[in-house]
């Protein structure tokens, strides 16, 4: 059986380095996939360079993190941070200012996921879940490498009725490593390269590796994106 896996770089216009190392990954390696902030410094740059990668998908990498007062990432399900009536109103307003700069910008959306995974919220996914309905592109579902063994009921008795309920596609198994050998039908790999970053650096030297081509190969994986499963 031939196993579908998306490769995706996250941050697509955070900075001038981010977004180059996504594109060069993309040309040079396996990469399959980004997903764009529209709010931070180097979205217009990033809006130029992907009118030159026409092949490379791109989807909303919605940023919540001016609501949730998020600078250094901690995992919402570390705390579970409280979402109000007045966050939540906040939330609808953020992503669609967000997608119709990205939609205005030439973007073709291929799906749905976030910055520091706060789609993932209990209260936030069914946002993200509506919208994604109404314009029929997948999320991304982080499942168990999100939620942890503390959190699992959320996975299994808010989250996934979620999906259910919206009748949405995604990718089932999810991880920031490459799978090669384990059983799924359609996996996504999460990845944040950098030409700078020491830890992205890495990340980069793996997705561009001439070894991992052949391994991808070998196990039978076909690289696909996200509008692929639309």
């Not at 770089?9 to 180059?20: A, E, I, P, Y």
């Not at 503390?150 to 309920?165: F, S």
């Not at 059983?183 to 997705?207: Q, R, T, W």
Request: neutral net charge; charged residues 25%; hydrophobic residues 40%.
């Amino acid at each position: 059986m031939t196993k579908r896996l998306i490769v995706n770089g996250d941050d697509f216009g955070l900075n001038k380095d981010t977004s180059d190392t996504i594109i060069f990954a993309h040309k040079y390696g396996v990469l399959s996939s980004t997903t764009v902030m529209t709010e931070r410094g180097a979205f217009d740059y990033a809006a130029k360079i992907i009118k030159e990668n026409p092949n490379l998908k791109t989807g909303l990498h919605i940023d919540l993190d001016q609501i949730f007062l998020m600078d250094v990432p901690k995992g919402f399900f570390k705390r579970l941070v409280k979402v109000t009536p007045y966050m939540k109103e906040r939330i609808k307003v953020a992503i669609n200012k967000q997608l119709d700069k990205f939609l205005k910008a030439g973007f073709t959306l291929s799906h749905f996921d976030s910055h520091h995974h706060a789609h993932m919220h209990p209260e936030v996914f069914p946002i993200v879940a509506q919208k994604a309905k109404e314009l029929n592109v997948p999320v991304r579902f982080c499942g168990k490498y999100y939620c942890g063994k503390a959190y699992r009921w959320i996975e299994e008795e808010v989250l996934i009725p979620i999906l259910k309920e919206f009748d949405l596609k995604y990718p089932q198994v999810f991880s920031n490593q490459f799978m090669l050998t384990e059983d799924y039908e359609v996996g996504e790999v999460m990845l944040h390269p950098s030409f700078l970053d020491k830890s992205g650096a890495f990340e980069l030297a793996k997705c561009v590796s001439p070894d991992l081509k052949i391994r991808i190969k070998e196990n039978n994986i076909e690289i696909i994106s996200f509008a692929d499963l639309k």
